[in-house]
């Protein structure tokens, strides 16, 4: 059963290989709504409730902060209070075998000069942008509820994702739309911002794999193995485009890019220390940067329809926010 408001970066189309064959239930609502979280949990009796619900575009939290404290924050506490609440009332089995686990992001740690070390479970928080300190207090809370009433929490931090049905107001599609309809490239600041990058079908099995068989009340660092600079990244991705859609006039893509009006705090580079996930639960990433993104390219390339679908009046109006006003370097 998913549990999902469906706001703007949401689509139930996302889910349409698996709807049908009556095994899941997507439920449209809020998770600030506490009478029906608690309903839910009620009605459903789930073993587990894996929180994956947030606002995560750092662009948009420095535009409207408030909306990540309410999702972010508010939302992990009436998703983990009311969790609580139904967990504390099971079986001493079913109380022993249930499991909060909790979604979140490398960006708590902060940032890292190019020869530091990269972070690790033990890391101290940091965060620098809005979205990042909210997603650094939901993770408290969730620490928190586990060492107080002992709901058996997991934690997870994750690298930038990538891959299919990712909302293309992140770098990664963004860039993949701009290039196959021969648009500016914008590349904030010098370019050389440092990401890891995480194939999402990779984040996926690990976050099962936590579930699965990760020790109760601890965190684990998920990355893919895959640290590039910015502009590396958007120029495979023009070179990727100009091979898939050759000779439409606007090859070389790589000409398109522009160094544009930084990020206020724009943390200079993320890099994540997988192995205790890899040690403890054996699990490692599966996919190379270079043919997830040839993947990621070639289903952007044949998912025309869900592009148009998505790219709603709403989205437009953020696009020119974000970028109208920022000016070229
Ligand atoms: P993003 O996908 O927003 O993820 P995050 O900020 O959480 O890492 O951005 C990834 C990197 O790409 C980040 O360093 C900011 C940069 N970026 C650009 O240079 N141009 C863009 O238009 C966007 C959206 C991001």
């Not at 099971?90 to 000069?113: I, K, P």
């Not at 990269?118 to 997603?135: D, L, V």
């Not at 936590?210 to 958007?234: F, H, P, W």
């Not at 091979?243 to 070389?252: I, K, M, Q, S, W």
Request: some cysteine; hydrophobic content about 35%; charged content about 25%.
């Amino acid at each position: 059963m998913n549990l999902d408001l469906l706001t703007y970066a949401g689509n139930a189309a996302n889910l349409s290989a698996i709807e049908g064959g009556g095994r899941h239930e997507l439920v449209r609502g809020d998770i600030c709504d506490a009478e029906l979280v608690a309903s839910l949990l009620r009605t459903r009796q789930p073993r587990a409730v894996v929180h994956f619900a947030a606002e995560s575009h750092v662009d948009r939290s420095i535009v409207s902060p408030g909306e990540f404290i309410r999702t972010n924050v508010q939302g992990t506490f009436v998703l983990i209070e009311e969790t609580r609440k139904y967990w504390s009332g099971l079986g001493d089995a079913e109380r022993a075998r249930f499991r909060f686990l909790h979604v979140s992001t490398d960006e708590v740690y902060g940032t890292l000069g190019p020869e530091d070390t990269a972070f690790c479970e033990t890391t101290a928080y940091a965060p620098n942008s809005p979205y990042a300190a909210s997603k650094a207090s939901s993770d408290h809370l969730v620490r928190a509820y586990h060492h107080t009433f002992g709901l058996p929490v997991l934690t997870t931090n994750c690298s930038n994702n990538y891959g299919p049905f990712q909302f293309p107001e992140k770098l990664i599609p963004l860039m993949i739309l701009n290039a196959l309809e021969g648009k500016p490239l914008p590349v904030y600041g010098d370019g050389k911002n440092v990401r890891d990058w995480l194939f999402v079908e990779d984040h996926c099995a690990a976050i099962r794999t936590v579930l699965e068989r990760g020790r109760v009340g601890e965190t684990y660092n998920i990355g893919g193995n895959s640290e590039r600079a910015n502009l590396e990244v958007v120029t495979a991705i023009c070179n990727l485009v100009d091979e898939v859609r050759p000779g439409t006039g606007v090859a070389p893509r790589r000409e398109l890019i522009r160094f544009v009006e930084d990020r206020p705090g724009h943390d200079r580079r993320y890099a994540i220390d997988a192995s205790k996930i890899m040690r403890e639960l054996d699990w490692r990433p599966a996919e190379q940067f270079e043919s997830g993104l040839r993947k990621t390219v070639r289903w952007y390339v044949d998912n025309v329809d869900w592009v148009n679908s998505v790219r709603t009046g709403a989205y437009r109006d953020w696009i020119t926010r974000n970028y109208a006003e920022r000016t070229a370097l």
